[in-house]
Structure formats: structure tokens, C-alpha cells
């Protein structure tokens, strides 16, 4: 049972990087942001609880953007172009490393299938680290099922289009600094923390030699079947 939890967690965060993103270069910024990730209300054991990711980082680059999770069992992380739209999502899990590309027209794709969520923004404000945000209400009606979300932003450190890749936060006009995100079992909370401004080597931003390509579906049918 601990092993198939340790599994759902990471097919989850897999999935969820694949379709969700925080932010993106755009304002000369070039450092890391590093965020807090809490589980409000959950109704997860305390061991459970344990083998939850409780950090995400964002490194920033001109252009190009590298979201880190760390978890239990391995890391995973997607590295965006924002010139092109285009991601990869790196997965390393127990000595296994694969690298999952999408393509501009594919988020797209993807993106569209999702409701169409409204943005309202606020005359609220709030400081996260470092920086005032804006605060903005995202209203998405799923099939009659209306879910509001409330997300502060900052217009310093990401262009209008930070968000491209996310359905439900992709007319966030800037960097989201602290949202979440909510799932039949759990809702996730990201607060950013700190933000670091320092020089970083493109490499950063390079797929590793000893990642393996694959397509998405073929990453789940290799995770599922760990699973079983």
C-alpha cells in the first residue's frame, strides 16, 4: 500500500507539471524563486502526509524556465521555452530518467479541452517575498461544478503571457505568487518564499544526456504498471 501511494504522488506531480505552470522569464529577472507547497484540510495519515513534496523551485533565464519538484523517490522537473511555447518534463525515479516533450500546437490542444475560466482582479494586495501582488479571483464552471480560486500575482518578474501552458491560470496577467491547485483527494497551496537574483549557466536549461525520450502515454503506461 506505501508503494502504490509513493507511486500515485509521483504520477500525479508528473502530470501535474505537464500542464501547470508558475511563471516565466520575460523582465530581465535571472535567479530562483522558491516556493512552500502546504495540503490544507487533507485527510491523508500523517506518514502519508510524509511522503508529500513540501518545496517547489522556479529557475529563470531569459527566455527559458526550470520548475523543480523533489520528492521521496526522485526528482521531477520541466524546463519551458517561452519563445517557442514549447516544455519537456524530466522524470527520475528510482535510477529510471525520461524526458516528456510537448510542442506549442499540443499545449494548445490540450488547453482546449479544459473550461474556460474568468479572471477577476482586485483592488486587493499583498507582500510575498519581497513583492506587492495583486490579487485576483478565477471562476471556472466544470460541467455546472463552479470552483473559485484566489491567486496573487506580480507584473515585476513575468510578461502577460507567464501562464500560457496552464488552463486554468492562463490569463494570470504576471507571476503567480501564491495559488493553488485542487484534486478529488487533496488542494495543494504554493506561497512563494524567497526570491533569489543570481547568474545561472545555460546548461541549466539543457535535457541530460541520460534521459530517455518518451511520449506521454507511454510515460503513464510505465508508471501504472510500477504500480500494480
Given at each position: 500500500m506505501k508503494r502504490k501511494t509513493y507511486i500515485l504522488i509521483l504520477v500525479f506531480f508528473a502530470?501535474?507539471?505537464?500542464?501547470?505552470?508558475?511563471?516565466?522569464?520575460?523582465?530581465?529577472?535571472?535567479?530562483?524563486i522558491t516556493?512552500?507547497?502546504s495540503y490544507p484540510g487533507n485527510k491523508f495519515t500523517e506518514s502519508q502526509q510524509?511522503?508529500?513534496?513540501?518545496?517547489l523551485t522556479v529557475t529563470i533565464k531569459g527566455s527559458n524556465s526550470k520548475t523543480e519538484i523533489k520528492t521521496q523517490m526522485g526528482d521531477q522537473v520541466e524546463i519551458t521555452d517561452y519563445m517557442t511555447k514549447t516544455k519537456v518534463a524530466l522524470i527520475d525515479m528510482m535510477g529510471q530518467k525520461y524526458a516528456v516533450k510537448s510542442t506549442s500546437e499540443e499545449i494548445e490542444k490540450e488547453n482546449a479541452k479544459e473550461p474556460i475560466p474568468t479572471v477577476e482582479v482586485t483592488k486587493e494586495t499583498k507582500v510575498i517575498a519581497g513583492y506587492t501582488c495583486k490579487k485576483a479571483v478565477v471562476t471556472v464552471n466544470d460541467d455546472g461544478v463552479v470552483a473559485k480560486y484566489d491567486?496573487?500575482?506580480?507584473?515585476?518578474?513575468?510578461p502577460k503571457a507567464a501562464n500560457f501552458d496552464n488552463p486554468l491560470y492562463k490569463d494570470i496577467d504576471g507571476?503567480?505568487?501564491?495559488?493553488?491547485?485542487?484534486?478529488?483527494q487533496f488542494t495543494m497551496v504554493f506561497?512563494?518564499?524567497a526570491v533569489e537574483k543570481?547568474?545561472?549557466?545555460?546548461?541549466?536549461?539543457e535535457i541530460p544526456s541520460d534521459f530517455t525520450v518518451i511520449t506521454k502515454e507511454e510515460l503513464k503506461s510505465k508508471f501504472g504498471g510500477m504500480g500494480q
Open positions: 502530470l501535474f507539471l505537464s500542464s501547470t505552470r508558475i511563471m516565466a522569464a520575460g523582465k530581465s529577472f535571472e535567479g530562483i516556493y512552500k507547497i510524509g511522503m508529500f513534496p513540501k518545496m491567486v496573487f500575482f506580480t507584473n515585476e518578474l513575468g507571476v503567480m505568487m501564491e495559488f493553488s491547485m485542487k484534486t478529488p506561497s512563494a518564499t543570481k547568474s545561472l549557466s545555460g546548461k541549466e536549461f
